[in-house]
């Protein structure tokens, strides 16, 4: 199994493009999420999903988009990129009552 | 909402002693706490948890032990190897389906030969 991938790795933007960083699970789990890590602030949850279908909002979900269509796949929308949202962002599954997997990151520079 | 205070922010140890980390949590609720540690470029890894209902948990060289009522709870590590060397965090939350984690700002261990 490969776990939690994450695509791309880096990224550069400039502000008001519009990105999708891309999430998928081959470990059949029903949750999966996104989170933000910042210098000094740990990490924090953008948008969770409980199953194909349905998402919800997390601390900060301001300016990002999500949806599930699959139970593999959680894309992360930039609709309109600001330097605030530079970051690393992480996506992670888990099964219902299990150990959360994180994929590797992907570092984002928004300019 | 959870605020989660996590001490010390940065820790040096010689190679063979032990290291400990504090985790402070303040929602009551809170039945599930792990610890996760990451490698530089790398994303966070589970390397022990514990629920509510227990007050310590040993895995070889790792342990966490629980205070509900002070409300912290403590990563150990022993014999501590340069391999340890990483960023650990708490994440307390609730295990109820989806785990939603709140994560403390880290601690850096740095474990000199």
């Known amino acids: 199994n490969a776990g939690v991938t994450q695509t791309p790795k880096f990224q550069v933007l400039k502000t008001g493009q519009s990105m999708t960083l891309q999430c998928a699970q081959d470990?059949?789990?029903?949750?999966m999420s996104w989170y933000r890590q910042d210098p000094g602030m740990g990490l924090r949850l953008i948008h969770y999903?409980?199953?194909?279908?349905?998402?919800d909002q997390g601390e900060v979900p301001n300016g990002y988009n999500v949806s599930r269509s699959t139970t593999e796949d959680f894309p992360l929308r930039l609709l309109s990129a600001a330097p605030s949202q530079t970051s690393v962002y992480f996506c992670?599954?888990?099964?219902?009552?299990?150990?959360?997997?994180f994929g590797p990151g992907t570092r984002l520079l928004v300019l | 909402g959870e605020n989660v205070e996590q001490h010390p922010s940065t820790l040096s140890v010689q190679e063979g002693d032990s290291a400990v980390i504090k985790c402070t949590y303040s929602?009551?609720?809170?039945?599930?706490f792990p610890w996760y540690k990451q490698e530089l470029g790398k994303g966070p890894q589970l390397i022990i948890d514990?629920?509510?209902?227990?007050g310590e948990k040993k895995d070889q060289r790792i342990a966490v032990t629980l205070n509900k009522t002070a409300k912290h709870f403590s990563l150990h590590i022993t014999e501590t190897q340069p391999e340890d060397s990483a960023v650990y965090f708490c994440?307390?939350?609730?295990?109820?389906?989806?785990?939603?984690?709140?994560f403390g700002t880290g601690t850096r261990l740095l474990v000199s030969p």
């Open positions: 992670a599954s888990s099964s219902e009552v299990g150990t959360q997997y």
């Open positions: 470990m059949n789990h029903e949750y």
């Open positions: 999903s409980v199953g194909a279908g349905i998402t």
């Open positions: 929602d009551s609720a809170s039945n599930y």
């Open positions: 514990i629920r509510s209902n227990v």
């Open positions: 994440a307390p939350g609730m295990n109820t389906g989806f785990q939603k984690l709140v």
